[in-house]
Nanobody, 117 residues
Framework: QVHLVESGGGLVLAGGSLRLSCVAS????????MGWYRQAPGKQRELVAR???????NYADSVKGRFTIYKDDARTTVYLQMNSLKPEDTAVYYC???????????WGQGTQVTVSS
């Protein structure tokens, strides 16, 4: 069983920054690809960033140039550096394998990010 624990969220003013962390523990056979998702109230969960085995990254257009995903394989931890935050970034943020993976890990509790204007 794999456990994902997200942290680092909080309340921040527009234009501010946060760094989210996600630690994976348990029977992890593959940490080669990971992603960060978010879910705003009343909206579906969306993928905002992903990182591949070679370090390649992809971002949703809405966060491109502001968010950076990176990971530490030795610590099975994936990070999301969020800069120039906007009120529309307000959501609960989760990490997990990307949608094109053959499976997901069990979802963690997420971490709340609130950006005030």
């Amino acid at each position: 069983q794999v456990h994902l624990v997200e942290s680092g969220g909080g309340l921040v003013l527009a234009g501010g920054s946060l760094r989210l962390s996600c630690v994976a523990s348990g029977s992890i056979f593959s940490f080669n690809v990971m992603g960060w998702y978010r879910q705003a109230p009343g909206k579906q969960r969306e993928l905002v960033a992903r990182i591949g085995s070679g370090g390649s990254t992809n971002y949703a257009d809405s966060v491109k140039g502001r968010f950076t995903i990176y990971k530490d394989d030795a610590r099975t931890t994936v990070y999301l550096q969020m800069n120039s935050l906007k009120p529309e970034d307000t959501a609960v943020y989760y990490c997990n394998r990307p949608p094109d993976s053959s499976y997901y890990f069990p979802w963690g509790q997420g971490t709340q990010v609130t950006v005030s204007s």
